[in-house]
């Protein structure tokens, strides 16, 4: 997909959310129909079973509707918003304590405090752009790393597996792969 | 406040990914509200997680599943959400601990040995790591040790120093199995970390190598 069609989805998922918050059931169709494929894909990847990963992509949904007015288009893209609610159904999920906390979450969904962030800050779409481009520049293999670390059960393991390396390589490979995603995130494109 | 010393980025990823334990999450989202630059590295994680999230292949949904989804709005079900209390008023010699901590119960100080004590943090753990805050008096010198698994220490207050370097507030210390060293206490202050430490054998392993040497004076 080009950069172009890229933002245009953004910003339809961006618009969608606003509706949302304004209790619009057609634009919550139509974010489910975008989003709650993908994070069934993203719950059975984590091993949850399919009934469970069906429940938790219609729990997250259910979650944009209730937390769609907390949403600030200048402070998340959509993908990214939306990625952190099913990841912290997730952790829940696959965590047996039930009281467990989300701590790390909330702490990733606060803003980014104007006072804390010394220059005019980014505008979401150019921040995301710039992260689009970062994973565009990484290699097939040091992708599919991150992409791993990100979606599987057993990171580890599955990193290993797919990419055919011994389990203690993949320790160093993910080391590598993430050093160059930063390097790649904080050099100009 | 100027931090020198970081999580990996492999343990940031970890962190925005979903992929730590609740100890160890706590105490990188403790570094995070201290460390700009890694709260700006985190946040662009999450964004990665975002985009990767978008170029999953879609699985099948069930047809009548937004159908559903709508019933449940209409019904006015809120989505389980655990949340987290409010932070009870701190002890005032607690004033310096991260937000992060703060909704988890707080135990006592404990004695470990002359100058030294930790105080339990009750952050629920199934398998991952235990945390806990350790403080030192100024020029202790901690025993020579190892780990089995990861330390993770994050400093809230003074100063210590090893082989790898020196860490103040706000610095971050990320030890694996692989890692010997000898931290000592800088003069002056007593220091105050917060540690995430895997592994309830190797806790009380860890702590025995620590105790011994003070139990015999």
Redesign the interface.
Known sequence: MGEHADQD?QTELTNWIVAVAGKD?AA??SL??H????????M??AGLSPQR??DL???T???V???AHLFDPAR?????????I???????AQ??????????????DAP?AED??PDAVLSTIE??N???S??GRLSQEQLQI??L???EDR?HGEISRSLGIPLGTVKSR??LA??H??KL?ESPQ | MTISQHPTEETLAALAAGQLDEGRAVVVAAHIEMCLACRSLASDLVSAGGILLGELAPSEIARDAVARTLARIDRGEAAAEVLAKPAAALPPDLSMLPASVRPYPIGRWHWMGPGVYWRPIGVPREAGARVFLLKAAPGTNMPHHTHKGTELTLVLRGEFSHALGNFGPGDFDEADDSVEHQPIVSAGEECICLVAMEGRLQLLGWMGRILQPFVRI
């Open positions: 989805l059931r919550f169709a489910f129909q989003f709650a494929p993908r994070v069934k894909t993203m059975l990847r990963s069906e992509a219609q729990d949904m259910l979650a509707w209730n937390k998340a893209g959509p993908s990214a918003w939306v990625f952190t099913a990841r912290n159904l997730r952790i829940d965590r047996r304590n039930q009281r467990a906390r989300r701590i790390e979450a909330d702490l990733l980014l804390v962030l921040a995301e710039r992260v689009r970062a994973l991150v992409r670390s990100f979606f990171p993910l080391r993430m050093k995603l930063r995130l």
